[in-house]
DNA sequence: CCGGCTGGGTTTGCGGTAAG
DNA sequence: CTTACCGCAAACCCAGCCGG
């Protein structure tokens, strides 16, 4: 009983929520076990962390936004999708690439995003905006954030969005009671594309082998994307935040990587 | 005339593959 | 652990034709 109290009490600090008043246990059996418990055990992660730096500003309780505004040469005026299989022209003002950091990648309920990053180009300029939470209970805040960004004009842009991100992120939604603002909207998978056309050429048709064979981009200090659950979750119980703002550059760098190959494979220089 | 084979075109099914 | 899509192959369908 001791544990599952623990457990819970544990569960609540990372949702953000204060912790309950736990009535004494009845029996004095019980209260050895607690006390022996608490001479015995210690919490996981005893000290806390010193870097516990997360970027941006905090807008909301729990959710924490940047916005970077990157170079570029060209920004798109209308582009040709019929590579995508999409047969109407995009405007290139209408471009919403998305990609988001996770808690794993089982898709099911089980998996929670905990990072979104979008580009769009405003003007002349390609803008990045990510939201990342630090706390369980902030998702809701963030997914009304990124809808506020996707207007029914937006056409999504992403890599192996269709099957992942966008499903994913229609079930946290669904489960926060918000409409799905995805819903009905244009989306590129840049995926499908660059399988049809480099399949058998490269090793494989990874965003990561795409964008160094065609833009020739070389990661440094790269945080496979496979570390990035950790990284979060160790965030979240207390840990040094090192690690999660390498998955936010990353999460940078995924979505400067979707552009360029979007514009690349549209033939736009 | 009728049953069954064959060729061309479509549909269905399955394996592989990305995403964290 | 999941989900969607692609590509390829097997299956399927139908029409046309030939042999009995």
Redesign the pocket.
Known sequence: MSALLQKLRGLRTEAGLAAPVIAPPASTDVRRLVQFRAKHTRPALPIASLDREVVGEEIAPGLRFTETHADWPSPPGIIDARFA?LDDPVHGANLMHF????T?????TGTRAFMIGAADWVGERFRIRQLTITSMSAEASMLRTFASWLNPETVLVS??G???DA?LLATRYRLARLPNPLMGLRHL?L??PV??RW?GVWE?????TVERQLLGVVREDDLP??E??AAWLTYLRGGPATNLRR?AHHNAQ?LRSLAGVLLHMARIP
């Open positions: 299989r990609d988001t950091e996770t794993g990648l089982a898709g099911g890599y192996n269709k099957c992942y499903p998978d995926l499908h399988r049809r399949k494989n048709c990874r965003l990561a994307g496979s990035a659950p998955v995924d």
